[in-house]
């Protein structure tokens, strides 16, 4: 089976598990290794790295994948194969990765097409998506607690790209727990930051954009 060297640049909740993406260290783009089940969500063993930690944002990962598995909302996932992944470098964000990232950041503000929160599932059966993950670079980002339409305790990202503001749903467990103790309505803001931009799997005939990672950049 194939194997590949990835940024890892998400590990964020999903379901029961985690959804990993990374962009390639060779230049290939985008991967996002998945699970065997149906969603493909990925649990605690296949995100355990050789020496027992777990994948990072920004880990340099050398990863088994078997297989191309693309759905129509989701054109960059890969299949896991059974090698446990390996880490070849931990490290904060640094010159070197701005320079392999930066041509991948999106400036364009219609995420994926449009300017919502979310796309119809129809319209990929119709065409499937070019791309569901994405880097986004934006003056600011205010993480937000707030709450779901269940009532659900939430944090939502709201930033601008150009002229279109969003606020989307933050899936990234590290700022999660980062801002554990703040209560409902209340916010940090970051200002220089890179995010990472994933589509999710349907829901109730959608799939949402969210934020897959933040991650701070030096100043």
């Avoid at 598990?17 to 962009?23: D, E, I, K, N, T």
Wanted: charged share 20%.
């Amino acid at each position: 089976m194939p194997l590949f060297e990835i940024v890892c640049l998400a590990n964020s909740r999903k379901l029961s598990g985690r959804c990993v993406a990374g962009l390639r260290s060779d230049g290939g783009g985008w991967i996002r290794p998945v699970g065997h089940n149906e969603d493909g969500t990925l649990f605690r063993n296949d995100y355990t790295l050789t020496d027992g930690s777990e994948a990072q944002v920004l880990d340099l990962l050398r990863i088994e994948l078997s297989k191309h598995s693309p759905k129509p909302h989701q054109p960059e996932n890969w299949l896991v194969g059974s090698r446990r992944w390996e880490l070849v470098h931990r490290a904060e964000f640094s010159a070197c990765y701005a320079d392999m990232l930066e041509p991948h950041i999106v400036s364009d503000p219609y995420l994926f097409g449009n300017a919502s929160d979310r796309i119809e599932c129809a319209r990929f059966e119709e065409s499937p998506a070019e791309s569901s993950l994405a880097l986004v670079t934006p003056k600011s980002v205010r993480l937000e607690i707030t709450t779901s339409y269940s009532g659900k305790r939430q944090v939502r990202a709201l930033f601008s790209l150009g002229i279109t503001h969003y606020g989307l749903v933050v899936t990234d467990p590290k700022w999660k727990r980062r801002l554990a103790g703040l209560p409902i309505g209340a916010s940090q803001t970051i200002h220089n930051a890179m995010i990472t931009i994933s589509l999710g799997e349907p829901f109730h005939g959608f799939c949402y954009k969210l934020v897959a990672a933040v991650i701070p950049l030096q100043q």
